[in-house]
């Protein structure tokens, strides 16, 4: 066989991996688990804005919210199991590569297994949440520092973890503004109304997003410089923290409406995302 015959048929090999059925099928069942989880937090967090907040503005309080609705314990079953679904399919890249002509590069693959690593504790919290379990995400932040800072080098250690939060936020709000999302969808024949539509999506809800997790990471650094673990915050303190701005409740209303937008993003990505 020619190097050009053996060539094609690696690449045939590589995108056989990436573009099965149960590939497909998992990482489009998590980006619609994923925008439910965003689009409720963000109601969530509105109602926090205008003074109305009984549930905390985080995944244990979405869920709440899920589980007063007709249909609630198989709703949130429904949204555990597509996110290890998502799981499932960022681990797939991680080991075979994702879509896309740079999807084998060592960087890429480091970028799917952390994020593989993310949805797997997103999915334990909510499998455990439908088993009768779990605790709020403020509650965890502090346990996990307070555990965290008790390790030998303990404070580099919360302190370097809420460095690479802190980037990731400017990163994924970095990529928003850029739309780098772009190179990941597969929209042709859309139309162009469409097109914006999606670009508005992405764009505004990556930076809510991105603006959430840099405050998050910024406030595990500092909870490691003042070896303070009561300091970290998980997602819903680090929302009601942008209530204590110049801004007043305004500032999270943006940012609420932020992440309800990335949540019906994500649905636009399970309709379109390259996989």
């Known amino acids: 066989m020619s190097a050009m015959g053996v060539g094609a048929a690696g690449?045939?090999?590589?995108?056989?991996?990436?573009g099965g059925g149960v590939r497909e099928v998992t990482a489009r069942c998590g980006l619609l688990a994923r925008g439910v989880l965003y689009?409720?937090?963000?109601?969530?967090?509105?109602r926090v804005a205008f003074g109305g907040g009984d549930k905390e503005a985080d995944r244990q309080g979405a869920l709440q919210e899920l589980a007063g609705k007709p249909f609630g314990g198989v709703l949130i079953w429904a949204v555990g199991l597509g996110l290890v679904g998502m799981t499932l399919w960022r681990l797939s890249e991680a080991?075979?590569?994702?879509a896309g002509p740079d999807g084998d590069k060592p960087v890429k693959r480091l970028a799917s297994a952390a994020r593989c690593i993310f949805y797997a504790v997103v999915a334990f919290?909510?499998?455990t949440f439908s088993a009768g379990g779990g605790r709020s995400g403020d509650e965890q932040s502090r346990d996990v520092t307070a555990k965290a800072l008790d390790l030998p080098a303990g404070q580099w250690l919360v302190g370097g973890a809420g460095l690479g939060i802190g980037v990731a936020g400017v990163v994924i709000a970095v990529q928003a503004a850029r739309r780098g999302f772009r190179k990941h969808l597969a929209m042709g024949g859309v139309s162009a109304r469409w097109r914006k539509a999606v670009d508005f999506l992405g764009?505004?809800?990556g930076?809510?997003?991105?603006?959430?997790f840099a405050?998050?990471?910024?406030f595990v650094v500092y909870a490691a410089l003042h070896y303070d673990p009561s300091r970290a915050k998980g997602l819903d303190d680090t929302l009601r923290s942008f209530t204590h701005t110049g801004a007043g409740p305004w500032l999270l209303v943006v940012v609420a409406v932020g992440l309800m937008l990335f949540g019906v993003f994500s649905w636009?990505?399970?309709?379109?995302?390259?996989?």
């Open 11 to 18: 690449r045939g090999a590589r995108a056989a991996s990436r």
């Open 203 to 205: 764009v505004t809800g």
């Open 207 to 212: 930076l809510a997003r991105g603006a959430v």
């Open 125 to 127: 919290s909510v499998l």
């Open 39 to 46: 689009v409720l937090i963000g109601m969530l967090a509105l």
């Open 95 to 98: 080991l075979f590569g994702a």
């Open 215 to 218: 405050t998050a990471g910024g």
């Open 268 to 275: 636009a990505m399970a309709r379109w995302r390259e996989v």
